[in-house]
């Protein structure tokens, strides 16, 4: 594949192996991040993605962002919105500000790219567009109110923006990764995450790289007609109908 990614959140975790991947794809990326400047030296050194620092919470640094992005690869192709924080903590504890800050981070996000990248992309006749939800926005988690509200919000967001965009050659899909080995994921409580990695029937965490090849699929050749789905990568934890 040729043509330019986006990867917000692009130089850790799950979303730096989406970005490798995608470069050994053939596709020019750009990674997003928002404030780990060693990890993202890192990621351009070692994978050769350009690295593009702005919070995507805001939408005037998108918009910011998404002109340097332009002005350095060209036009985007692929975006995959995959920027994400968790604030846990049970609601009747919960502050108002750690619900503002998971939805503004991990929804308003995905309007703000979308929103200034759809355009774009409905004028060429092609994107591909891929959202990160998770597990937690199907089936809930105790401790996340804010992240499940936000990741089944992506969801609804896929669905609506993949039946305005069908007919401008515009796919957009959800991927719902269960619990990956990341650092997000250690900083769970280690008896919690005990249980949690009992109740994975493939009887392990999943692997950055296991997401990565599922955005792989969905912004290549093979994911042409695919639009509008949640593909749920979970080690069988929970099986959405
Ligand atoms: N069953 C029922 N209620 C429970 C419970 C359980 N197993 N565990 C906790 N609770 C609730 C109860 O409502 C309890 O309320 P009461 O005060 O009325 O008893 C409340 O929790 C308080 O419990 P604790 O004081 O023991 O808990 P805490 O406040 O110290 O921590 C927590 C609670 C924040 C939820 C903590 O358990 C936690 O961090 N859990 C992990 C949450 C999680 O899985 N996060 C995922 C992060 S990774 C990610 O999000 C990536 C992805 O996409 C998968």
């Known amino acids: 594949m040729t043509g330019v990614a986006l990867v917000t ?14 470069v050994k794809d053939g596709f020019r990326v750009a990674a997003n991040y928002a404030g780990n400047d060693e990890a993202a030296a890192a990621c351009a050194a070692e994978l050769g993605v350009s ?25 985007v192709d692929v975006l995959v919105n995959n920027a994400g924080i968790t604030r846990d903590s049970v609601l009747h504890r919960m502050t108002r500000e750690q619900w503002d800050e998971v939805i503004r981070v991990d929804l308003t996000s995905a309007f703000n790219l979308c929103r200034l990248l759809i355009e774009g992309m409905r ?26 509200a936000a990741k089944a919000g992506l969801i609804g967001f896929t669905k609506a923006l993949a039946l305005e965009s069908a007919r401008r050659g515009v796919t957009v899909n959800a991927i ?34 296991e997401i990565a090849g599922c955005v792989s699929f969905l912004a ?20 959405a109908g």
């Open 176 to 209: 719902c990764p269960g619990y990956i080995d990341t650092d997000m994921v250690a900083a769970v409580p280690p008896k919690v995450l005990e249980g949690i990695v009992a109740s994975i029937p493939i009887g392990r965490l999943g692997r950055a790289e």
């Open 123 to 148: 004028e060429r006749g092609h994107g591909r567009i891929v959202n990160i939800s998770s597990i937690n926005g199907q089936k809930g988690q105790i401790g996340q109110v804010n992240y499940a």
């Open 9 to 22: 959140g692009g130089t850790r975790g799950i979303g730096r192996a989406i970005s490798a991947r995608l």
């Open 51 to 75: 690295c593009f620092k702005w919070d995507v919470g805001d939408y005037d640094a998108c918009a910011k962002g998404v002109e340097a992005v332009v002005s350095a690869l060209g036009p």
């Open 220 to 239: 290549g050749p093979d994911g042409g007609f695919i639009t509008g789905a949640t593909l749920t990568a979970n080690g069988g934890q929970y099986i």
